[in-house]
């Protein structure tokens, strides 16, 4: 891969092909509508705006068209934005495609399954072990291709299921530490917490919301596909309630979207699996961009914070 948009400095001519994750319509302060446009290749996103925007670039500059643009980049209020000078959209003569552009999980998705299967392998409760089969076998696909977000955290391709084994070997070194922690209960949480954002998300591409995703959320629809899958299993008994109760709590907080707080111990550190994982993703991404003795972004979900990076980190 060439240069791709994170690599450009402030200040900086751009010309580049770059896929629109996402567009959306404004109206300026002089009555005239413009595009806020999502832009990303594989080193990341950034944000552009289009002003002026006609009905004709409304239908061109979709989410999921790719487009050739040359710009500045910019800061703007503590953040990069590209500023357009030149867009058009891209014909079968660019040579470029949807793939070049998709940033995707450091590990493989053979690696991926390689390990998930190790884990459930490992588990030694035979009714735990069953459902979580069941529903990775249901949703193996979906779930090692769709991103854990669309925004904040693993909000790439294969994102979902690379925040999971991520997740999974932080269990297996907090398990090691606190023997009388649940290992086939917390695995099992930890692979399943999620599997609900398969039908709560779109897909990997210019993600967005189902209806399902919008009107239920994946907390319901995992507690629905747990109570199937033991129905279907002939499982009944208390596991099937502890994996229920797992997911719906693993938000931890009710203002965090939890219907219901942590009750059970694995649950608990589930929760702070989770958080953990997510917040080093945010962490990590948006430091990446920065140079030593310099600040990141302001990170919402981190309170808005902006992290320095120390100069003697390489």
Same mark, same amino acid.
């Given at each position: ?87 058009? %959209?891209?014909?079968?003569?660019? $040579? *470029?495609? !949807?793939? /070049? ?5 450091? #590990? &493989? ?73 649940? %290992?086939?209960?917390?695995?099992? $949480? *930890?692979? !399943?917490? /999620? ?5 709560? #998300? &779109? ?92 600040? &990141? ?18």
């Amino acid at each position: 891969m060439g240069k791709g948009i994170l690599d450009y400095e402030v200040g900086e001519q751009v010309e580049l092909f770059l896929l629109i994750k996402n567009s959306t319509k404004g109206i300026a302060s002089n009555g005239k509508p413009f595009l806020t446009l999502i832009l990303q290749d594989q080193s990341g996103e950034i944000e552009a705006k289009l002003w002026d925007a006609s009905e004709e670039d409304i239908k061109n500059y979709a989410p999921q068209n790719i487009v050739k643009i040359l710009g500045d980049l910019q800061n703007y209020r503590g953040k990069s934005q590209l500023k357009i000078r030149q867009i058009r %959209k891209t014909g079968p003569t660019d $040579g *470029v495609k !949807l793939d /070049d552009f998709l940033e995707t999980a450091p #590990l &493989s998705q053979e690696e991926m399954v390689s390990k998930l299967t190790q884990y459930i392998f490992e588990m030694r409760n035979p009714n735990i072990q069953r459902i979580t089969r069941h529903l990775i076998k249901k949703h193996q696909k979906a779930f090692l291709e769709y991103p854990a977000a669309t925004k904040n955290h693993h909000e790439f391709v294969s994102g979902l299921a690379y925040h999971v084994v991520s997740m999974l070997d932080l269990a297996k070194a907090i398990a090691s530490l606190y023997p009388s922690l649940d %290992k086939d209960l917390l695995y099992a $949480g *930890v692979i !399943l917490h /999620d599997m609900g954002k398969v039908m709560e #998300l &779109s897909g990997p591409v210019s993600t967005v919301y189902t209806i399902e995703g919008n009107l239920l959320g994946h907390i319901t629809i995992m507690i629905t596909e747990i109570g199937k899958a033991a129905e279907e299993l002939g499982i009944s008994g208390e596991e099937v309630l502890i994996l229920q109760h797992l997911v719906l709590s693993h938000h931890g907080k009710a203002e965090w979207g939890s219907p219901k707080p942590p009750l059970i111990k694995e649950a608990e550190i589930l929760h702070y699996i989770d958080n953990l994982d997510a917040k080093m993703n945010m962490l990590d991404r948006a430091l990446e961009r920065v140079k030593p003795g310099e600040y &990141s972004e302001r990170i919402f979900a981190l309170d808005n914070r902006s992290f320095y990076k120390p100069v003697f980190h390489k």
